[in-house]
């Protein structure tokens, strides 16, 4: 069984940065890609960043540019540095994970219970 935490969130003025990261816990698993996602009240959920086992990132346009995604599998974490921050960045952010089980092999997809991040002056 896998759970992921994320952290970081707060509340932050315009133009300012927040980095948010996220553990992942439990035994008998591996993960391959990590990421995360945002939903904004009255919005669908939307993808944020996406990053490889191999350190290969991708981003959703509304953030490229302004936001980094990096992991670092030794402590099984991922995390996304944001930079000038906009108020249309107010959500809910959570965490994702594609995880295997270990023997038996099985597939899993895990959310995090997700952080709020307000940007407002």
């Known amino acids: 069984q896998v759970q992921l935490v994320e952290s970081g969130g707060g509340l932050v003025q315009p133009g300012g940065s927040l980095t948010l990261s996220c553990a992942a816990s439990g035994s008998a698993f591996s993960i391959n890609a990590m990421g995360w996602y945002r939903q904004a009240p009255g919005k669908q959920r939307e993808l944020v960043g996406v990053?490889?086992?191999?350190?290969?990132?991708s981003y959703g346009d509304s953030v490229k540019g302004r936001f980094t995604i990096s992991r670092d599998n030794a402590k099984i974490t991922v995390y996304l540095q944001m930079n000038s921050l906009k108020p249309e960045d107010t959500a809910v952010y959570y965490c994702?994970?594609?995880?295997?089980?270990?023997?038996?092999?099985?597939?899993?997809?895990?959310w995090g219970q997700g952080t709020l991040v307000t940007v407002s002056s």
């Open positions: 994702h994970a594609d995880t295997v089980t270990i023997s038996p092999r099985r597939y899993l997809a895990v």
């Open positions: 990053i490889t086992s191999g350190g290969i990132a």
